[in-house]
C-alpha cells in the first residue's frame, strides 16, 4: 500500500489461528429450478510480527494489523444435473462480482505508520460441481477467476459434506485465494500480493 514500506507476511495456520484478534465468514444461498443467488462475507482481523527473522526488520519489531472484508455476490445457472434426488450430482456455472477492502497499519519500536486503506471490485466467473458418494455424503468443488478491480485474483474451495437434511449440510473444506493487486508507479504504486489458504468447518 502507498505511503507503507514493503515487508514480508508469511504464516502458517497454527500461527495466523494465534494472531487472530477476531473473524467471521457466512454465507446464504437460494436456488429455484435452475436459477439461484448466493452471498459470502468474509472478516478477519490480524495481528502479526513482521520480518522477525531478517536483521534489519527485526529490530524494529514490527506488527502489521491487518483488517479484510471480502462480499462476494454470484448468479448461478446449474447446466447439468443426475443421480437421486436427495443427494443429486450437478454442474453449476456461476457469474458476479466480489468486493475486496483492506486495511493496514504498521507498528514497531521505531515506527508507527498511519492506517492505509485499499479496496476494489471485481467481476468474477467460474464454475462449480457436486459428486454424490453414497446417499448422504457428497464431494464438492468450485473454482473462480476475477479481475477488472484487481489485476487477477484466484479462487478456489473443495468441501466434504454430510447431508442432514434437504436444507442442511455440515462438513469440512479447504479454501485458496491468491490476490494480486498492482495499480500506478512510483510514489502512486498500489500493491497488494497475497495468498491465503486453510480448513474451515461449515453447516
Not at 40 to 62: F, T
Not at 143 to 166: K, Y
Not at 180 to 194: N, Q, S, T, V
Amino acid at each position: 500500500m502507498r505511503g507503507l514500506p514493503e515487508v514480508p507476511v508469511e504464516k502458517p495456520f497454527s500461527d495466523v489461528w494465534s494472531d487472530l484478534d477476531f473473524g467471521f465468514q457466512g454465507d446464504f444461498e437460494a436456488r429455484r429450478d435452475r436459477w439461484g443467488f448466493g452471498t459470502d462475507i468474509v472478516y478477519m482481523n490480524l495481528g502479526a510480527g513482521v520480518g522477525e527473522d531478517r536483521p534489519i526488520l527485526g529490530e524494529l519489531g514490527l506488527e502489521a494489523d491487518v483488517r479484510q472484508l471480502v462480499v462476494e455476490g454470484v448468479a448461478f445457472r446449474r447446466v447439468a444435473s443426475g443421480g437421486k434426488p436427495e443427494n443429486p450430482a450437478y454442474l453449476d456455472v456461476l457469474a458476479g462480482a466480489r468486493y475486496f477492502g483492506t486495511s493496514a497499519r504498521l507498528r514497531g519500536s521505531r515506527l508507527d505508520s498511519t492506517k492505509r486503506t485499499l479496496d476494489w471490485v471485481d467481476g468474477l466467473g467460474g464454475v462449480r460441481f457436486h459428486v454424490p458418494l453414497g446417499s448422504r455424503l457428497g464431494l464438492s468443488a468450485r473454482g473462480d477467476v476475477a479481475g477488472l478491480g484487481s489485476d487477477v485474483t484466484w479462487n478456489a474451495r473443495a468441501d466434504l459434506g454430510v447431508r442432514l437434511s434437504q436444507r442442511w449440510t455440515t462438513g469440512l473444506a479447504w479454501r485458496w485465494t491468491k490476490v494480486d493487486y498492482d495499480k500506478g508507479d512510483g510514489a502512486e504504486r498500489k500493491l497488494f500480493d497475497m495468498t491465503y489458504n486453510g480448513p474451515l468447518v461449515f453447516v
